[in-house]
């Protein structure tokens, strides 16, 4: 009938609005951080918080990061029209916005702020690549088609070394030869934090020094956190090899991700018997 159709008509719609609804809140939730957002807590409230919880840390690289900040704009002080790039670099190495933890030039608008960057020479994009180096929010850098040559594997190599909180790097559709990426490669020895490396589509070919370097690196378990590698590694004795300690520092990461589950299960009093892997 169509009292019939009209009230299904209306649940679908429903429907469609809730899900809708959960998906921009499930945005929002990864946008402020699940461990700082509650109920009714604005964003402004959830920026306050991490900027508390990082006082301690952003107090003691205060001076290196006052640095970095006055080399940028002494790099820039020649741009004389309205840069969006050069404002959103400074949030970036001032670290006053804690909900800037995706870095990207791709900014949906016509790609301004990458074509700006692509045009810079280089000691200002090295300039700009050292404001990250001790920002604690920055999660995520995509410097995908960014023209970038060897002098900036060498600085995003400083970039590994010192950040605190860098997860995920893409740095495809680049220029990036051997010695930047052997630079890169190096970093990693003390890199704690790397999760994802993304290098494909180089100018050039990725040489076999390189993927012997992520064979030594992986292999031999000097670097036991990166558990994703985006390059197409040609030979078959290091791609064996490298695929499977990844999949050993995959196995360590969901162990670790387990024990920290059951620490918090017991601190909250709820006792245990979840199955690993969670």
């Known amino acids: ?22 998906a921009r809140l499930s945005k929002h939730l990864r946008s402020w951080g699940t461990q700082n957002w509650r109920p009714g807590k604005s964003k402004e409230d959830a920026s306050r918080a991490l900027l508390e919880q990082h006082a301690a840390e952003l107090e003691a690289t205060r001076p290196q990061r006052a640095a970095l900040v006055e080399q940028f ?16 670099l400074l949030r970036l190495g001032t670290c006053t916005d804690p909900m800037l933890t995706h870095v990207t030039f791709e900014d949906g608008h016509g790609s301004s702020m990458l074509s700006e960057f692509r045009c810079w020479m280089p000691s200002r994009q090295y300039a700009a690549l050292r404001l990250l180096c001790h920002n604690p929010f920055v999660t995520s850098l995509v410097l995908n088609g960014c023209a970038l040559e060897d002098g900036a594997g060498e600085v995003l190599a400083e970039v590994l070394t010192l950040s605190p909180s ?9 220029d990036l030869r051997e010695p930047g990426l052997l630079a890169l490669v190096e970093s990693l020895r003390t890199n704690t934090t790397l999760r994802e490396l993304r290098l ?13 370097a992520l064979h030594a690196l992986l292999h031999h378990a000097h670097n036991t956190t990166l558990c994703k590698l985006g390059l197409a590694v ?6 064996h090899r490298i695929e499977a300690a ?8 969901r162990a670790a991700r387990h024990r920290e589950s059951m620490r918090r299960r017991e601190e909250r009093g709820e006792g245990v018997g979840a199955a690993p892997g969670d």
């Open 1 to 22: 009938s169509m009292d019939t159709t009209s009230i299904v008509a209306t649940i679908a719609v429903n429907m469609i609005l809730l899900v809708a609804t959960i």
């Open 73 to 88: 704009e002494m790099a820039t002080a020649s741009i004389v029209t309205p840069s969006p790039l050069r404002r959103y």
């Open 166 to 174: 860098l997860t995920a790097l893409s740095v495809e559709g680049n």
């Open 200 to 212: 494909h589509h180089q100018r050039l070919t990725v040489t076999t020094p390189v993927e012997e």
């Open 234 to 239: 040609r030979n078959d004795v290091p791609r």
């Open 246 to 253: 990844l999949m050993r520092n995959i196995d360590a990461a």
